[in-house]
Nanobody
Framework: QVLLVESGGGLVQAGGSLRLSCAAS????????MGWYRQAPGKQRELVAD???????NYADSVKGRFAISGDNDKKMVYLQMNSLKPEDTAVYYC?????????????WGQGTQVTVSS
């Protein structure tokens, strides 16, 4: 199995910044992609951003120009730099990844980290 551990959430005022980190561990042969999802109270979980092992990125329209995802394949880490935060960014942010573990493809989720943006 693959374990994902997030860090970096917290409380910030609107307009502020936070940086989330996610570390993957386990018998990982290769990384297909890693990314971030979020879930606000009463809403469905949604993709925020993801990045392939080759560096291709994808963003939700709501965060384009404000958030930046990056990854380090050697360290098995993914980061989310969040700038110009808005109250509507308040949610639990989950790290997600698709990995090759021996001959199998594994999808893993982190436990989530709370991001709260005050107005």
């Amino acid at each position: 199995q693959v374990l994902l551990v997030e860090s970096g959430g917290g409380l910030v005022q609107a307009g502020g910044s936070l940086r989330l980190s996610c570390a993957a561990s386990g018998s990982i042969s290769s990384i297909n992609n890693m990314g971030w999802y979020r879930q606000a109270p009463g809403k469905q979980r949604e993709l925020v951003a993801d990045i392939t092992s080759g560096g291709f990125t994808n963003y939700a329209d709501s965060v384009k120009g404000r958030f930046a995802i990056s990854g380090d394949n050697d360290k098995k880490m993914v980061y989310l730099q969040m700038n110009s935060l808005k109250p509507e960014d308040t949610a639990v942010y989950y790290c997600n990844g698709k990995f090759r573990v021996w001959a199998r493809e594994i999808i893993s989720w982190g436990q989530g980290t709370q991001v709260t943006v005050s107005s």
